[in-house]
């Protein structure tokens, strides 16, 4: 039997398109083996769908100063001795990674041992995680042709980004029985990514009372955010994380509110969402939501709301532009010619 080592974590978006990939994976005869940090996000995702998983040390390589970046290089050589032995004592025969830190040590493993690694970068400019990664990498698949220039030639595939197939069988009618409310009324969903925003639901919050005029809302808010004030609020309804509830709630939403990250967008176009951006800023990242925003609003998928430009006033306005052109939205997203990978991947991966 084949065998795979899938690796990345960090933040869901770094763990889902590995999770999309499971059932071709299966379905092609690959034994798939998991290996992420100790206790990252990517742990309780991966042992909810049944892969065995492998814990690592795991430490972030940051191009500032930080007191931990005279610690985290220990962690990553730690890591890379322990991901040595697992690949000696698992021997796959090949690696895909999703990015994300805890990947570095894994795939410089796979080097040592000869092992073939591919890479997916989801954002418009690759981290530094996958930089370091990418010389290790027999290829390297990417969501945007703008990427695509950045690559090294020979290695780089314009694939797109996995979509999990059981994001476009949701019901409807689920998640207004979930949620208590009226099906036939819009509604508006909000995702803040993996741990929320804190801007984002503030201003939500605030506005609230004009947002319910026209639209049912599901707040997706993160861990620890819930507003305890809101339970009983008709036409409201609060979670910190959804899972397999995702795909009924994508299913009654008319339009969405999200962060940039490179997987959630592309989420939402295959499921052609009109929707609004509120890209990460540039001051808390290195700003690939924002380049991830920047490529969408010019292809006509998405509106784009700029952190330093959001306020109630704002957020209404667009909300109101959105909804009213929603089927323009719609059209353009339906013509475009980005589609899932999963098939792109697997050839690669079957071909390695």
Known sequence: MKRIILTGGGTAGHVTPNIALLPSLEEAGYDIRYIGSYAGIERNLIEEVGIPYYGIASGKLRRYFDIKNFSDPLKVLKGYRESCKLIKHLKPDIVFSKGGFVAVPVVLAAKQFKIPVIIHESDMTPGLANKICIPSAAKVCCNFPETYEL????????TGTPIRKELFEGDALKACALCNFQSDKATLLIIGGSIGSVIINNTVRKCLDDILKDFQVIHLCGQGNLDQSLEKKKGYQQFEYVSKELRDLFALSDILISRAGANAICELLALKKPNILIPLSASASRGDQILNAKSFK??????????????????????????????????TMTESKMSDSIEKIMELIEGA
């Open 298 to 331: 010019k292809h006509g998928y998405s509106y784009v709301l700029e952190e330093e430009e959001l306020s109630t006033t704002s957020l209404l306005n667009a909300l109101r532009d959105v909804y009213a052109n929603k089927d323009a939205y719609i059209k």
């Open 151 to 158: 690559l090294p030639k020979e290695k780089a595939v314009l």
